[in-house]
Nanobody, 125 residues
Framework: QVQLVESGGGLVQPGGSLRLSCAASGRISSTNTMGWFRQAPGKEREFVAAIDWDGRSIQYADSAKGRFTISRDNAKHTVYLRMNNLKPEDTAVYYC??????????????????WGQGTQVTVSS
């Protein structure tokens, strides 16, 4: 019954910005880790960013650090990914993911339990 739905993807020029949103519904605990992953054609799904249950612990991939910001609003059951200074190599399908209840910060893909269907981000001139 848990559902994660991403939105906000699209076509943007290099140097531009996008904000992705992920709306959660169903029996998912807010005391969990939420994360963003991405997958480019021919590549494996890779970690982008994660945020723990209260927003006090955050981890970014090196490629995202300094450009992307993850946040969550538990009252709205929504997690966000703000992406600035986008580059062509950021082009991918971006997936929202969540874990079972935990107060830990989870970054390993295999330890996420819920996944959205993804939203396409294309960075091109």
């Amino acid at each position: 019954q848990v559902q994660l739905v991403e939105s906000g993807g699209g076509l943007v020029q290099p140097g531009g910005s996008l904000r992705l949103s992920c709306a959660a519904s169903g029996r998912i605990s807010s005391t969990n880790t939420m994360g963003w992953f991405r997958q480019a054609p021919g590549k494996e799904r890779e970690f982008v960013a994660a945020i723990d249950w209260d927003g006090r612990s955050i981890q970014y991939a090196d490629s995202a650090k300094g450009r992307f910001t993850i946040s969550r609003d538990n009252a709205k059951h929504t997690v966000y990914l703000r992406m600035n200074n986008l580059k062509p190599e950021d082009t991918a399908v971006y997936y929202c993911a969540g874990t079972f209840p935990t107060e830990a910060l989870i970054v390993e893909r295999a330890n996420y339990n819920y996944w959205g269907q993804g939203t396409q981000v294309t960075v091109s001139s």
